[in-house]
């Protein structure tokens, strides 16, 4: 019975959580070269809860023609490649499917454009929209002589930092259009390619980096993470110790802050041994019942000895959350997506728990919020599976959530929860008796 439940990832690109979610590609071109042109590329995150994590984003292309890259500020090409044909000027980049990076913070100021330099970080549309885009400029030569025309890069790729994305097309559009003068003016660049990078974790090839457990005051009974939710560990391993497992979402980073290339090399990470193997365990636990209000316990715990978290979140989709939810220990808002049910999603507090810490020998890391959500006479029920969550990601990723059927059920839900025949055999013997002292007194 130690099967995975690999099959609800979801087979394709469209997210019902995020239906517009999607990294978007700009180039803005805005002034022309005695060999070329200027432009300005821009990488948006449109998804809601789907942030890029260290060590950044990375997009790369494919020049039709014999493009070079004669500078960049705000990000850099990886490889020079072979500029032996240039003997005075040396451009910055000749290689004909260059790899460009975001720069760090602490880059000179002289490199440096507008929104650049967050070592590729990016943050979730709904959490931090003014942190959910990247910029770099660009200066493209040696187009023949010919300025005005160039076309568009071919076969564009994003890791971010991970794979799994797929990139359409970068196609012509209506050039971008910006305010000045204080919002009086409008002033249009030459000309704007667009493209959509979606993201599906079937292309991604991981298996599942989070699951979900449940418990309740009115169930002594823990309903745990299926078993081998992200793999199944040997089972000649006699240890509870640590046990390795494909690297989540990336390969594994070093905790000293070397975020080298030699750090891609690993394709595994170490985790606590556990009959689920996740790296993220999510635990939803109905505290308390009030008489307006019921009050929720949410705990996140990282099993990861290797990875701490930064800048994380966990969506839940649950229908309570259009309650008025009172969230105390981290933050949230309130995604409507296409349906009924209300989406929140979490995220930690600055400087307090917005890192989720790796575990060690002497513990897990975690974090946790109490949540009070009023209660909904109309609708309001703990039968049915009414008081747990119907999906939950851990930073975008789906997280796999155990059958309804083994939901904590009310006292008389099942007939584990009713008293043992042989204690109400117990109790008739003693009433008779206390009837039968009566009569003889």
């Known amino acids: 019975m130690g099967s995975s439940v690999f099959i609800s990832k979801e087979p394709d690109c469209y997210d019902p959580l995020d239906p517009n979610g999607n990294f978007t590609i700009i180039f803005d071109t805005y002034d022309w070269t005695d060999d070329g042109y200027l432009a300005k590329v821009t990488i948006q995150n ?19 023609q014999n493009e070079v890259i004669w500078s960049m500020n705000g990000a850099f090409a990886t490889e ?27 880059a000179s100021s002289d490199n440096k454009s507008e929104d650049c330099c967050r070592g590729g970080v990016l943050d979730a549309l709904a959490i931090n929209p003014s942190k ?9 030569g040696n187009l023949g002589g010919a300025p005005f025309s160039g076309h568009p890069p071919l076969n564009l790729t994003l890791n971010a930092p991970g794979p799994g994305y797929t990139c359409g097309p970068l196609k012509s559009v209506d050039p971008t259009v910006s305010l000045d003068f204080g919002g009086r003016r409008q002033r249009q660049v030459f000309r704007t390619w667009k493209a959509i990078c979606t993201y599906s974790s079937f292309l991604a090839g991981e298996t599942p980096v989070c699951c ?7 169930n002594p009974e823990i309903t745990s993470c299926p078993k081998c939710s992200c793999g199944c560990r040997e ?11 494909p690297a989540y979402p990336f390969p594994a980073m070093s905790l000293t802050g070397d975020n080298s290339g030699a750090n891609f090399m690993s394709a595994l990470d170490p985790v606590k041994c556990t009959d689920h193997m996740c790296p993220i365990r999510v635990h939803w636990h109905v505290k308390t019942s009030y008489v307006d209000h019921w009050r929720i316990k949410l705990t996140i715990t990282n ?21 008025n939810p009172i969230t105390y220990s981290f933050n ?41 959500l009023e209660k909904d006479s109309e609708s309001f029920t703990f039968k049915n599976g009414w008081a747990f969550p119907r999906r939950v990601y851990f930073n975008g990723e789906n997280c796999e959530m155990p059958l309804p059927d083994t939901f904590p059920t009310l006292p008389n839900g099942t007939s584990k929860t009713q008293p043992p025949t042989h204690w109400l055999f117990l109790l008739l013997i003693f009433l008779i008796s206390q009837t039968l002292l009566l009569h003889a007194l």
């Open 132 to 140: 959910s885009f990247s910029s770099f400029g660009i200066k493209v």
């Open 212 to 218: 979900v457990s449940l418990s309740s005051f009115y």
């Open 303 to 323: 099993y990861n000895y290797q990875r701490n978290f930064s800048n994380w979140n966990v969506l839940v989709q649950h229908p309570g959350l259009s309650m």
């Open 235 to 245: 089972v000649t391993d006699k240890n509870f110790g640590t046990c390795l497992r």
């Open 46 to 64: 449109l998804f809601q809860y789907r942030h890029v994590d260290k060590p950044g984003w990375q997009i790369g292309w494919i020049w039709q």
């Open 80 to 106: 020079q490649g072979n500029c032996s044909n240039y003997k005075t000027d040396i451009p910055h980049s000749c290689k004909k499917d260059p790899e460009i990076l975001d720069l760090m913070p602490d």
């Open 332 to 372: 949230s808002t309130l995604l409507q997506p296409s349906f009924r049910d209300v989406v929140a999603l979490f995220w930690g507090i600055a400087f307090v728990n917005e890192e989720l810490i790796a575990t060690d020998e002497d513990g897990v890391g975690s974090v946790s919020t109490e949540i009070l």
